[in-house]
């Protein structure tokens, strides 16, 4: 079945770096969606990517669909306290997300 | 007002028990799901239904017997808990269908089997 893996596992960084979080599925994918669930709370959508190639930025986040739609990325400029949680990609084939298995941030103010 | 909803948000039983979980979504949405999240936050779909039908059913022990009464709400009963069953559960639900749309993820049931 599909898999969708993600790496780091974990990130510690200091306010003000950048950090970057890679996804990798084994099937190429229709589309991929991130989110983000804080500590204690829930997954939230953030955004989602469809095209070969496509890039979207949202503020200090910018997120990367590659070109043969087997991976993505989640890029964070300038990280701030409030970017602490865990990021999962999820991609779609046929029937449903497939999540990724999550890289947890933390950063230290 | 809350888009999904889940009750209890705490549960802490003993193994053997039976337990249910309720789902609610006030957002119109077509489609219901439920996942589970383990220790090592790994995110896994159980169940999902579209306007009351079941169309995803990953492998999950029989025990677990999801119930759609109407399109608004799903519920998860559980029986005979065990304590690998101990696990963070999430509702969610999305307009279309699971492998397109944006998904609204309830605040989750915190299981605990003793």
């Known amino acids: 079945g599909q898999q969708v893996m993600q790496i780091p596992q974990y990130q510690h960084v200091q306010e003000g770096e950048d950090f970057t979080t890679y996804c990798n599925s084994s099937?190429?994918?229709?589309?991929i969606q991130w989110y983000k669930q804080r500590p204690g709370g829930h997954p939230v959508f953030l955004i989602q990517?469809?095209?070969?190639?496509e890039v979207k930025k949202q503020k200090r986040l910018t997120f990367q669909f590659g070109e043969a739609k087997k991976n993505s990325s989640l890029h964070i400029t300038a990280t701030q306290t409030t970017d602490v949680g865990t990021y999962f990609c999820?991609?779609?084939?046929?029937?449903?997300?497939?999540f990724g298995s999550g890289t947890r941030l933390q950063v230290q103010p | 007002d809350t888009a999904v909803s889940q009750t209890p948000k705490y549960l802490v039983t003993q193994m053997g028990n039976d337990k249910s979980i309720k789902c609610e979504q006030n957002?119109?949405?077509?489609?219901m799901y439920w996942y589970k999240q383990d220790s090592k936050k790994f995110l896994k779909i159980m169940f999902s239904?579209?306007?009351?039908?079941?169309?995803i059913n990953e492998t999950v022990p029989n025990r677990f017997s999801p119930k759609s009464p109407d399109k608004a709400h799903l519920n998860l009963h559980i029986n005979s808990l065990e304590l690998g069953d101990s696990a963070v559960y999430f509702c969610?639900?999305?307009?279309?269908?699971?492998?397109?749309?944006?998904?609204?993820f309830g605040p989750g049931t915190r299981l605990t089997v003793l």
């Open positions: 969610a639900s999305s307009q279309g269908g699971p492998s397109t749309d944006t998904q609204y």
């Open positions: 099937t190429t994918l229709s589309n």
């Open positions: 990517l469809v095209k070969s190639g």
């Open positions: 999820a991609g779609t084939g046929r029937r449903a997300l497939t």
């Open positions: 957002l119109g949405h077509d489609t």
């Open positions: 239904y579209n306007n009351k039908e079941l169309i």
